[in-house]
C-alpha cells in the first residue's frame, strides 16, 4: 500500500514541473511568433479567455486544494460502468463534439481547417482504440466521472474549434504559408503521439495476465521520467498548438497542464521526504537555458 501511495504521489513531481514547463514552453512559442492573435479583439476573444482561466482556477481549486476531485484514478471507488465503454464515451463524445463544431462554424474547408481537424480528432481516435485494444483496467468507472471528463473535454473541443476554424476567419487561409512552422509543430506532435502510445503499451503489459495487483512501471523513459505517457501527451498537444498557430490551440493546452500540475500536488510532501532522486530547482534552470538555446538555433534556421 504504501509503495503504491508513494507512485501514484510521485506524479505531482512530473505535474509540477509539466505546468511550469508547459507555460514556458508556450511563452518561447509567442516569442517565436508562432501564437496569433486576431488584429479586431472581440467580445468572442473574452469570452473564450475567460473561459480558459475559469477552468484552469476550477482545476487549481478541485484538484490543487481537493475540493472536488475527479475520481478516476486507481485510487478512486468501483463504479458501475464498464471500464472501457467508459473511458471510450469520454473520448468519443468530444470528439464527436469538436466535429460538430467544425461542420457548422461556416467554411471550414481549407487545407489548415482539414490539416487541425486530422490532428486534434486523430489524437482522439487513437485513444478510442488503445482502449478498445490495448488498456487493461482493474475497475469500474463512476458515471460520475463519465460525465465530468466528457464535459470538461467537450469544453476543450468547442473552445478550440470555435477559435480556430470560426474566429481566426479569413486570416486562417495563410496559417500554412509558414511551412517552417507546421514542420516543427507536426515533428512535435508526431513524436508525443509516439511517446503515448509506446508507453501506454508499456504500461499495459506490467501486469501478469489476470493479475490486478499494482506494478511499478518500468521500462521505455520510466527510469527518467515518472510519466513518460503525459509527458508525451503535453509534447503532443503543444505541436498542435504550433501547427494550429491560432491562439484557441493553447487555450485548450494550458488548462490540462494545469489539470497535470494540480492533481497531485496534495501529496508532493511526502514524496519529497522519500524519493530522492526528485529533480531540483537547479535541473529545471539548466533546462531553460537549453530551451532558450535552442529557440536561438531555430531563428538562425528559418533566416537561413
Given at each position: 500500500w504504501y509503495q503504491r501511495r508513494?507512485?501514484?504521489a510521485v506524479v505531482s513531481t512530473q505535474s509540477t514541473g509539466g505546468a511550469g514547463f508547459g507555460i514556458f514552453l508556450s511563452f518561447l512559442a509567442y516569442l517565436q511568433g508562432w501564437v496569433w492573435f486576431p488584429e479586431e479583439l472581440t467580445w468572442e476573444f473574452y469570452a473564450l479567455i475567460a473561459t480558459c482561466v475559469g477552468v484552469s482556477l476550477t482545476n487549481y481549486a478541485n484538484e490543487y486544494h481537493q475540493f472536488y476531485p475527479l475520481q478516476y484514478s486507481k485510487f478512486a471507488a468501483d463504479g458501475g460502468?464498464?471500464?472501457?465503454?467508459?473511458?471510450f464515451i469520454m473520448y468519443f463524445v468530444h470528439m464527436l463534439v469538436y466535429m460538430l463544431v467544425w461542420r457548422y462554424v461556416g467554411n471550414a474547408d481549407?487545407?489548415?481547417d482539414y490539416l487541425v481537424l486530422s490532428m486534434y480528432c486523430g489524437h482522439f481516435a487513437k485513444r478510442c482504440l488503445e482502449v478498445?485494444?490495448?488498456h487493461k483496467y482493474s475497475k469500474d468507472c463512476l458515471l460520475q466521472t463519465v460525465i465530468e471528463i466528457a464535459s470538461?473535454?467537450?469544453?476543450g473541443a468547442v473552445v478550440t474549434a470555435y477559435s480556430c476554424h470560426k474566429l481566426a476567419g479569413e486570416a486562417r487561409y495563410s496559417?500554412?504559408?509558414?511551412?517552417f512552422r507546421v514542420k516543427v509543430g507536426l515533428s512535435i506532435y508526431g513524436a508525443g503521439q509516439l511517446c503515448n502510445l509506446f508507453h501506454h503499451y508499456v504500461l499495459a503489459n506490467l501486469r501478469a495476465p489476470g493479475s490486478f495487483r499494482?506494478?511499478?512501471p518500468s521500462g521505455g523513459l520510466f527510469s527518467m521520467v515518472v510519466c513518460p505517457q503525459y509527458l508525451g501527451e503535453l509534447v503532443s498537444w503543444l505541436g498542435f498548438a504550433i501547427t494550429a498557430y491560432q491562439y484557441g490551440g493553447y487555450l485548450s493546452y494550458i488548462p490540462m497542464v494545469v489539470y497535470l500540475w494540480c492533481a497531485r500536488s496534495p501529496h508532493l510532501p511526502l514524496v519529497r521526504n522519500q524519493v530522492r532522486h526528485l529533480p531540483q530547482r537547479r535541473h529545471a534552470q539548466a533546462l531553460a537555458?537549453?530551451?532558450l538555446s535552442f529557440v536561438d538555433m531555430l531563428k538562425h534556421v528559418k533566416a537561413r
Open positions: 508513494v507512485r501514484e460502468v464498464p471500464a472501457r465503454l467508459g473511458w481549407s487545407a489548415y478498445i485494444f490495448i470538461f473535454y467537450s469544453l496559417f500554412l504559408d509558414d511551412m499494482y506494478v511499478v537555458r537549453r530551451l
